[in-house]
Nanobody, 115 residues
Framework: VQLQASGGGSVQAGGSLRLSCVAS????????SAWFRQAPGKEREFVAA??????????YYSDSVKGRSTISRDTAKNTLYLQMNSLKPEDTAVYYC???????WGQGTQVTVSS
């Protein structure tokens, strides 16, 4: 199984990005999926999560991104997304996708927000 994350980049504060995570070898909807991020010198932290299909439509967000970000899943494309709006310099980090069970991680995609 592979998780391929993409969509990161460099944007100015207030801008938007949409991160993608394509799962190969697994049906993404059967997993709970999440995004984490790790800024330089800091521990990896939770950003957002979405429950697997059939276990409710719950989505969860960290306080730091709540109201500015939306996690979603396209079952036809087997892809997890994180739409991030109103980006702030403190959102700068490497973003990782994760699925459970199995605690599988993607390779990360860099997001850099300049002021």
């Amino acid at each position: 199984v592979q998780l391929q994350a993409s969509g990161g980049g460099s944007v100015q504060a207030g801008g938007s990005l949409r991160l993608s995570c394509v799962a190969s070898g697994r049906t993404l909807s059967r997993y709970s999926s999440a995004w984490f991020r790790q800024a330089p010198g800091k521990e990896r932290e939770f950003v957002a999560a979405i429950r697997r299909s059939g276990s409710g439509s719950g989505t969860y967000y960290s306080d730091s991104v709540k109201g500015r970000s939306t996690i979603s899943r396209d079952t036809a494309k087997n892809t997890l997304y994180l739409q991030m709006n109103s980006l702030k310099p403190e959102d700068t980090a490497v973003y990782y996708c994760n699925i459970n069970p199995g605690n599988l991680w993607g390779q990360g995609t860099q997001v850099t927000v300049s002021s």
